[in-house]
T-cell receptor, first 113, second 110 residues
Framework: EAGVTQFPSHSVIEKGQTVTLRCDPI?????LYWYRRVMGKEIKFLLH????????ESGMPNNRFLAERTGGTYSTLKVQPAELEDSGVYFC???????????FGPGTRLLVL | RKEVEQDPGPFNVPEGATVAFNCTYS??????FFWYRQDCRKEPKLLMS???SGNEDGRFTAQLNRASQYISLLIRDSKLSDSATYLC???????????FGAGTTVTVRA
């Protein structure tokens, strides 16, 4: 079974630019999550999709972040415009419906200069 | 106050030693508990779930104390490959989002 994949693995952009991160969950997993780890801090929840619906977006930091999961398959997370404090590692995870076990992707390392 | 607190370590132990560490969680509504392992610059990987009665998986033993709201992990007969950061993770009864501790770093030396 293929794991969660994320693209790109690294991104370096300038403040004010836009970046779009992509996550492909494990096939058949209805639940998709985005998390973020900023330097020196713990991993924090951003949002949760169930299929194409946003179930919980309580962790999204502000309206510069937009997540979508059209069709209930892959998801994108767009940051526009990026700020310095957005730098960190963005992890995607997925799980089966009604399962508490989440499988994480390798993450996208974002650096905003 | 952080939702999940862990001793950051590092715990530096020789091969074959036993190492134990724990974490505390603040939300009494927490329902599920996990230990994840994270290698340097890699993604977190589920090590084991933690059950109320305590559970064992090979050399790893996890305990949960709901009354005191802490979770422990014990590693017996440490291997070099056990060197990693161990993340204490909880989630709540009514949602699926995970709350992470900052991690405990374990280094096993030859």
């Amino acid at each position: 079974e293929a794991g969660v994949t994320q693209f790109p693995s690294h991104s370096v952009i300038e403040k004010g630019q836009t970046v779009t991160l992509r996550c492909d969950p494990i096939s058949g997993h209805d639940n998709l999550y985005w998390y973020r780890r900023v330097m020196g801090k713990e991993i924090k929840f951003l949002l949760h999709f169930v299929k194409e619906s946003k179930q919980d977006e309580s962790g999204m930091p502000n309206n510069r972040f937009l997540a979508e999961r059209t069709g209930g398959t892959y998801s994108t997370l767009k940051v526009q415009p990026a700020e310095l404090e957005d730098s960190g590692v963005y992890f995607c995870a997925s799980s089966r419906r009604d399962s508490q076990t989440q499988y994480f992707g390798p993450g996208t390392r974002l650096l905003v200069l | 106050r952080k939702e999940v607190e862990q001793d950051p370590g590092p715990f530096n132990v020789p091969e074959g030693a036993t190492v134990a560490f724990n974490c505390t969680y603040s939300n009494s509504a927490s329902q599920s508990f996990f230990w994840y392992r994270q290698d340097c610059r890699k993604e977190p990987k589920l090590l084991m779930s933690v059950y109320s009665s305590g559970n064992e998986d090979g050399r790893f033993t996890a305990q949960l104390n709901r009354a005191s709201q802490y979770i422990s992990l014990l590693i017996r007969d440490s291997k070099l490959s056990d060197s990693a950061t161990y993340l204490c993770v909880v989630n709540h009864k009514y949602d699926y989002k995970l709350s992470f501790g900052a991690g405990t770093t374990v280094t096993v030396r030859a």
